[in-house]
């Protein structure tokens, strides 16, 4: 770090600092009493409410208040599961014509394959609902709440591949290194609930590829934001954040002592280098520290009833299911916490589709729907918004061979289908349209960054105005591009 | 001419009123002094008695003309006659020397005057002129609004009911309520349900204003054009009460003139509530509360104090300072109690309030204020019973109720929702959506799956309540009550059982007991490389390989046979042989084709015991592994001879047929 910088680094920091000492209960007031750590946080929460004063977040009135990410990791196809095309099947095997292709970029897994024989579904489509969406049979618990559901069935990206892909839907840039939606979302809105983290990730491994494309940290890391905005995965299991518990031996209340003595000294540092990850690193301590009961609580299901288990199905009573990491996602929005993100990997069917998307879709279809009714139910789902998604479409054409009962398809960034729910997002539609082979958009486009948009609209955010500034430049989670899709609004 | 008398009544009225009240104040000035008002009080209760016995003549005449009945009508007519009498009987008593009987008529002719003006005035302006409810009305939005209850009934209200209510019962006939204004009046139904244009109602008010039977009567308001075509929109479509005006057909058509009637959508009464005090939401903020104002700009404050188990009065006190902001207060899982509802009154803005997973009751519900832009009201489980649906019907705004676990029953719900049809109740969702669910089966755990004498089997099932069943070799189904011990080569099976639930699927679990020690190991070709390191150990190390090929634990050939001779330390009797394998479809791993198993005694010649042949898959699978168990007539034998047959290829089916596809080998027990 050059001196230059570290002055200036300083200077800005001295303003922060000012203000924050004059807030009544900011840190230049701060007793060295065993609630330091306390009072630490809680200019961190006037933070949060100065900036809903001053700085005008939300920037208007807000649908949602918090989010719960179902992501399908891997690719989820949009031709067995919401995007029907009846052509596909009549024209089985047949290759794809050029025109239709029309020179879209394919991965190295395809690229040099002799033809591209179209693949129709195995899978038979109903009308279901009152908008008649049309949804095929291997969701039997997602067609019957179409009426709450809203479908998008033209989104579209620029990635081909995982990494590139997830990290551009996460973080809104296919380059690793900006903040996750969790995170700014975390910095943007604040918290509700102290004793936890504003942003949790919940992992889960689909059946129907168990060893499939692996996930990173990084997608749910704060990138340049301070690293309280990062989001926390909960674990199944004894230890469901890890190093989180005391050591044996060591009483709560010693555990406090040390946490006050560090945050003094963390403070006299602080003082003497203003860097804020100085108060992050303060912040977060005092988060562990709750968490050691909070999350205990949190992730205790024992008192959830039978009907609940019957609604979220069976695998919800085992953990680390992905029905039983969306019952713990409508138990952390119950305790407000912001931003959940769960990940169900393995829908990146390149071979032996058919069989394996069926399996995957019976990991999440009946504990997704449930999680949409239970919060309906409990009169959350107006303010909470659901997310059900993959990072891009699959192929309307077999990668390797063809046979009648069995092929595969590659990743298709062109046009693929997400649905949303709840927090402001009109229910029990389908929007946009492919063309009869389903490669192309024709109606509707959604962009990813389009999505991302919509999303912070509904949480009241700008997102031309959420921005951080970093390197010199204002980043957002949009970058320089996306729109609102005012037609999702309820 | 009677009938113009008859109309001089109101007029006439006011005369006995004026000159009783004169004779009232002299009464009083009369006793502070010492001025006689004999004479002129004689004259004035003359007066008194010739005007109010004029009042009632010309009342009477009014009433005869038939503009008049009921109850009400009836009521004051004898009250006023009885007040005619007492003023004649207080003239007389005055020239007598009766002073008592004089005070007390005097005082009694007060009250009848009071009472049969307040009747009068009653007939004239309506029930509640006099007491009428204040504040600004609150009416629906286009969104919410019920056809007749929001549109039809209040032009009624403006133009009709002021005579056929049930106090005046004009015709006989009674608009103020349904049931009423379908009964009819003196000449039969006015509304006719199977054909509401052929109604008298409709007839009654298009006839030409010079006729007698035009409604509303010449002279009275008249109905505007607008009010006619919305009356006969509502007609038109039926004369249905309870129809939301946006699900009427031909809604479209008269979206615009409904505005007058109805709210603006989301009518925000927080546009003219002032700001909050921003150093009172940091102090609040301070203390440890969560709050904030619901966007950038807006007086709408959003309060948290959801969790908050110990919550007391002096919590929701703290927030009477900005209580106009509050808009939105989630007491969700909070402390909130029957007790403390009624502090609740003070935040009379408040379009959102969350009680759900609280203590609080339909005693509790009742003592809430009847908040006037309440739009949503959370009673997810609560104690709340069917004796809060009544409440429910104070709130005039009121869009969404939550009720799922409560103890409102379904019928009751019905009846909430037939009394409040734009009003959306959201009860327990699932019962019918989530019915059909089956337990998981027990998870078979144990040590290993091969074992030297003994193996503790435990079965395990995440779920409290469930009974977990188990067979060992077809033998009978025994309660699982914890973990059980095997000594030989055996099957395991076992399902879950639950109330309510259907059971699960059966599991099942080989676990085989250790043959006998191999010496050694002939491999007669080589595994492919990547796996076959340790290849002689692998096989027979009693770690049986997963569902993952590359686990380190199997030996795989890829494009050929295997070929091996197993050596017993010594020549023993052996009748089985177990060989574990895997088939993974996509990796191109396949059962094999065929088994050889050959023995000898003396290592050269070797007889054949088995061979057994098998189809290739028909379709791709997952990764699996099953034990292949060979029985055989015991025979002694040192060498055991192994031909494991590839298929070579990939069938047609495959995504990559013909190309060289794999066995993977793991575990083989001879015993």
């Not at chain 1, 953990?319 to 931003?339: H, M, Q, S, W, Y």
């Not at chain 2, 005035?121 to 002129?129: K, L």
């Amino acid at each position: 770090m050059s001196e230059k910088k570290i002055i200036s680094e300083r200077a800005y920091s001295m303003n922060r600092r000012n203000f924050l000492s004059k807030t009544s209960i900011g840190l230049g007031v701060a007793s060295l009493s065993s609630l330091l750590g306390m009072s630490f946080l809680k200019a961190g929460e006037n933070e949060v409410i100065k900036s809903a004063i001053n700085n005008g977040i939300p920037h208007f009135a807000p649908k949602a208040k918090r989010v719960i990410y179902l992501f399908q990791s891997g690719g989820p196809s949009q031709y067995e599961l919401f995007d029907h095309k009846p052509l596909l099947r009549k024209m089985q095997g047949q290759d794809l014509p050029e025109s239709v292709r029309n020179g879209q970029r394919l991965t190295g897994m395809t690229a040099f394959q002799e033809s591209f024989p179209l693949a129709g579904s195995q899978f038979d489509f109903k009308k279901y609902g009152k908008a008649g969406i049309e949804m095929s049979s291997i969701l039997p618990y997602t067609s019957k709440i179409a009426d709450d559901i809203c479908v998008i069935r033209s989104m579209y990206t620029e990635a081909i591949n995982h990494d590139p892909a997830i990290t551009f839907f996460q973080t809104g840039s296919q380059q690793p290194g900006r903040p996750s939606i969790g995170s700014w979302l975390s910095y943007g809105l604040g918290s509700e609930n102290e004793n936890l983290p504003n942003f949790v990730v919940l992992l889960s491994r689909g059946t129907g590829r168990v060893a499939g494309q692996p996930l990173y940290s990084r997608l749910w890391g704060n990138g340049f934001l301070h690293s309280l905005h990062q989001g926390v995965q909960f674990r199944s299991g004894k230890d469901p954040v890890l190093y989180l518990n005391d050591p044996d031996g060591m009483s709560r209340e010693g555990k406090r002592r040390i946490l006050d003595k560090l945050a003094e000294l963390n403070h006299q540092q602080y003082e003497d280098f203003g860097d804020p990850e100085i108060t992050s690193r303060i912040a977060q301590y005092e988060m562990a520290y709750k968490m050691q009961t909070s999350v205990p609580d949190v992730m205790n299901v024992e008192n959830e009833s039978d009907a609940t288990y019957k609604m979220y199905g069976p695998n919800s009573t085992v953990p680390g299911t992905f029905a039983a990491n969306a019952l713990l996602a409508r138990r952390l929005i119950e305790k407000d916490v912001r931003f959940v993100q769960l990940y169900h990997m393995g829908w990146d069917q390149h071979f032996n589709l058919p069989e394996a998307i069926k399996k995957q879709a019976e990991d999440v279809d009946q504990a997704s729907a449930a999680l949409v009714m239970d919060l309906k139910q409990r009169g959350l789902l107006d303010e909470t918004l659901v997310i059900w998604g993959g990072e891009f479409g699959r192929t309307n054409y077999s990668q390797g061979k063809i046979t009648d009962n069995s092929y595969g398809r590659d990743h298709h960034p062109r046009s693929f289908s997400i649905w949303m729910a709840g927090g402001g997002i009109k229910p029990g539609m389908v929007y946009g349209e492919t063309d009869e082979f389903g490669y192309n958009i024709i109606k509707d486009p959604v962009h990813v960054h389009d999505f991302q948009a919509t999303m912070l609209h509904l949480l009241g955010i700008d997102h031309e105005r959420l921005t951080y500034k970093y390197q010199g430049r204002r980043f957002r989670l949009t970058d320089v591009h996306g729109h609102v899709v005012n037609d999702l609004l309820a | 001419m009677i009938e113009l008398l008859g109309r001089l009544h109101p007029l006439v009225l006011h005369l006995p009123i004026g000159i009783l009240a004169l004779a009232y104040i002299l009464e009083v000035y009369a006793r502070f002094s010492k001025d006689s008002i004999h004479k002129v009080q004689s004259v004035i209760l003359l007066f008194s008695g010739i005007s109010a016995t004029v009042a009632i003549l010309t009342g009477l005449l009014l009433i005869r003309s038939g503009d008049y009945s009921g109850a009400l009508v009836n009521n004051h007519k004898w009250v006023a006659i009885a007040l005619g009498v007492v003023t004649w009987t207080l003239y007389f008593l005055q020239l007598s020397s009766l002073k008592h009987t004089y005070h007390f008529m005097m005082v009694s002719s007060a009250v009848l005057l009071g009472v049969t003006g307040h009747l009068g005035g009653t007939i004239t302006h309506g029930e509640d002129f006099l007491f009428k409810k204040s504040g600004p009305e609150v009416r629906p939005d286009i969104e919410a609004a019920v056809l007749y209850k929001d549109i039809i009934h209040p032009i009624f209200e403006d133009k009709c009911i002021s005579c056929h209510n049930p106090s005046k019962l004009k015709g006989e006939l009674d608009m103020s309520e349904v049931t009423a204004l379908l009964m009819g009046g003196e000449d039969g139904k006015v509304i006719l349900p199977e054909n509401p244009l052929e109604s008298p109602l409709w007839k009654h008010i298009n006839l030409p204003l010079s006729d007698d039977e035009h409604m509303p009567p010449d002279g009275k308001d008249q109905l505007t054009q607008e009010d006619l075509e919305l009356i006969h929109w509502w007609l038109k479509s039926g004369a249905k009460f309870d129809r939301l005006a946006k699900e009427t057909e031909g809604f479209a058509n008269y979206e615009s003139q409904l505005e007058k009637y109805l709210a603006p959508p989301e009518v925000d009464i927080f546009a003219k509530v002032e700001q909050p005090d921003s150093s009172a939401l940091l102090k609040l903020q301070s203390k440890g509360y969560s709050l904030y104002p619901t966007h950038n700009g807006s007086s709408a404050v959003y309060v948290n104090l959801s969790g908050k188990d110990d919550l007391t009065k002096r919590d929701i006190k703290a927030f009477y300072k900005i209580k106009q902001n509050v808009a939105h207060l989630n007491l969700a899982n909070s402390g909130i109690n029957n007790e403390m509802l009624n502090l609740l009154s003070k935040f009379k803005h408040i379009r959102k309030l969350e009680l759900q997973n609280t203590s609080i009751g339909t005693e509790g519900l009742k003592k809430l204020k009847d908040f006037k832009y309440l739009e949503i009201l959370n009673l997810y489980n609560t104690k709340v019973d069917s004796g809060a649906i009544d409440k429910l019907t104070h709130f005039p705004q009121l869009r969404t109720v939550y009720v799922g676990k409560t103890d409102m029953n379904p019928e009751q719900l019905d009846q909430l929702y037939h009394l409040l049809p734009r009003l959306e109740v959201i009860g327990d969702v699932g019962t019918d959506l989530f019915k059909d669910a089956a337990l998981r089966s027990p998870v078979i755990e144990a040590d290993s799956e091969i074992f030297q004498d003994s193996v503790e089997i435990s079965l395990v099932l995440n779920f409290k309540d469930v009974d977990i069943k188990y067979i060992i070799n077809d033998g009978d189904t025994v309660d699982y009550t914890g973990p059980f011990v095997i000594y030989e080569t055996s099957e395991i099976k076992t399902l879950a059982q639950k109330e309510g639930w259907k059971s699960s699927e059966v599991n099942s679990k080989n676990f085989i007991k250790k043959g006998l020690d191999i010496a050694n190991i002939n491999l007669k070709n080589r595994p492919h490389e990547r796996y076959s390191s340790f290849a002689k150990k692998v096989l027979i190390d009693e770690k049986v390989g997963s569902d993952l090929f590359s686990d380190g634990a199997w030996v795989g050939y890829e494009g050929e046979h295997a070929s091996m001779v197993l050596e017993l330390q010594e020549a023993t009797e052996v009748s089985n042989v177990t060989v574990g394998v895997l088939e993974a479809t996509g990796s191109y791993i396949f059962y094999p084709k065929a088994y050889e198993i050959s023995i000898s005694e003396d290592g050269k010649n070797f007889k054949k015991m088995v061979s057994q042949d098998y189809a290739i898959a028909k379709g791709p699978s997952q990764a699996g592994r099953k034990n292949m168990t060979f029985n055989f007539a015991p025979s002694k034998a040192k060498s055991i001879r192994l031909d494991i047959k590839s298929h070579l290829v990939n069938p047609e089916w495959h995504a990559a047929p013909g190309a060289k596809n794999w066995i993977f080998i793991d575990e083989i027990i001879i015993n």
